[in-house]
């Protein structure tokens, strides 16, 4: 049986992997390690406390002795990294947690791994058939004019204090790699969206405001263009990558699905109006959208290029976005008590000082 080491399993991208990772390997034991953060909700796992593949451990990833002790404990044969501080605008407005986790965190794994695999073999080489995915963001490129997309050729530009920690994890990782022979792939992707989506980020956001009748902040003009993936596909990508990814290779995910944030915003109202019903008053939802003083910095488009992955490994996007959209509604309608336990007193703080006292 192969263990995998998953970090930051409880959180969005991370939890539909586990389950999906557990239903496509019936030979593998996920190791979950989650700091349980804000954005990290054990409840996502829910119903797989009782399953004998499943081991979530509570803890740091920069705790070096925990996860060194992880390693010899369980002998991991992959690692799928996904840990991370994740918001922009939580990394504008405090860095140094983005920091500390995004590199120090991966620095910490990647030592463990490269003590506990290229010590398991007398020459130091990689032992064959190990795995380390680095998951990372489409933003480390920096933001596109009109046209073009990057490609894993273009040169990194982060624009942000998230975007330039996860690049500077990008090159770590892939120092590693490089120096070490450690067998590190590294993926970058585009925005994502689906159920278990913490509701700092657009789409959760717009789908709970918009549902319960609040204002609908939109930052800057609304027309900042982002590529959604829905959280599946992205899941699916990764798992490719995981079994027919070549080490040391870097694989661009995306939707092919540029969307503008206010037609996003549109399209989340019309649904809901469809579903739900206007509000009281026969007022539809469009209607609560307000624009709020932009990002500072805010990237103005990002798509990417996926054709790499696409020839490569044969992976491509299957979910449309009208499916996703659709199915991410449902989702979040059908799970009112999930969002009403993450939106607590301290969502309720960060969210005024995001866009009620702009
Ligand atoms: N969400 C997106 O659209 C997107 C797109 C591309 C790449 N990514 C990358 O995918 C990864 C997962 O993103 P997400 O949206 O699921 O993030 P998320 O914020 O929903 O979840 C992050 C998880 O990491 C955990 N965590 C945070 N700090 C930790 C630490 N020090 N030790 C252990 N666990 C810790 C949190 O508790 C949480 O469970 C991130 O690396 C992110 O950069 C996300």
Redesign the pocket.
């Known amino acids: 049986m192969k263990t995998i080491l998953l970090?930051?399993?409880?959180?969005?991208?991370?939890s539909n992997f586990v389950r999906m990772a557990l239903a496509r390997f019936p030979d593998c034991r996920v190791v979950n390690?989650?700091?349980?953060?804000y954005?990290?909700n054990p409840t996502n796992l829910a119903g797989l406390e009782a399953e004998p593949r499943y081991r979530f451990v509570h803890?740091?990833?920069?705790d070096q002795a925990l996860v060194d002790g992880l390693f010899s404990e369980e002998g991991f044969d992959a690692v799928v990294h996904?840990?991370?501080?994740?918001?922009v605008d939580r990394s504008i407005e405090g860095p140094g947690e983005f920091i500390r986790?995004n590199i120090t965190?991966t620095f910490t794994l990647l030592e463990a791994t490269r003590r506990a695999w290229l010590a398991a073999t007398k020459d130091q080489s990689p032992i064959a058939n190990h795995r380390f995915v680095h998951?990372?963001?489409?933003e480390v490129y920096g933001s596109l004019g009109d046209t073009g997309h990057f490609t894993e050729e273009t040169p990194y530009d982060p624009r942000s204090p998230y975007s330039a920690s996860?690049a500077s994890s990008d090159h770590l990782a892939r120092a590693y790699q490089h120096t070490y022979g450690l067998p590190v792939l590294v993926t970058n992707?585009?925005?994502?969206y689906g159920p278990y989506?913490?509701p700092e980020?657009l789409i959760p956001l717009i789908i709970n405001n918009a549902y319960t009748g609040k204002e609908l902040p939109v930052y800057g003009d609304g027309k900042n263009v982002r590529d959604w993936l829905f959280v599946e596909d992205h899941c699916e990508a990764l798992l490719t990558v995981l079994e027919k990814g070549t080490p040391g290779e870097t694989y661009n995910i995306g939707g092919n699905n540029e969307r503008q944030n206010i037609e996003i915003v549109h399209t989340v109202c019309d649904l809901l109006d469809q579903r739900c019903g206007t509000l009281p008053g026969g007022q539809d939802r469009r209607s609560l959208i307000i624009f709020v003083k932009d990002r500072p910095g805010h990237d103005r488009r990002y798509a990417i290029d996926a054709a790499k992955i696409r020839d490569e490994l044969g992976w491509k996007p299957t979910v449309t976005f009208e499916e996703g959209i659709r199915r991410t509604i449902d989702w979040y309608l059908a799970n009112e008590e999930w969002m009403a336990s993450v939106v607590d007193g301290s969502y309720r703080e960060y969210y005024n000082r995001m866009y009620t006292q702009r």
């Open positions: 970090t930051g399993g409880c959180g969005f991208i991370g390690l989650d700091k349980l953060t954005a990290g803890g740091d990833i920069c996904f840990a991370a501080e994740s918001h986790t965190g998951v990372s963001t489409d996860k992707c585009s925005n994502n989506q913490f980020k």
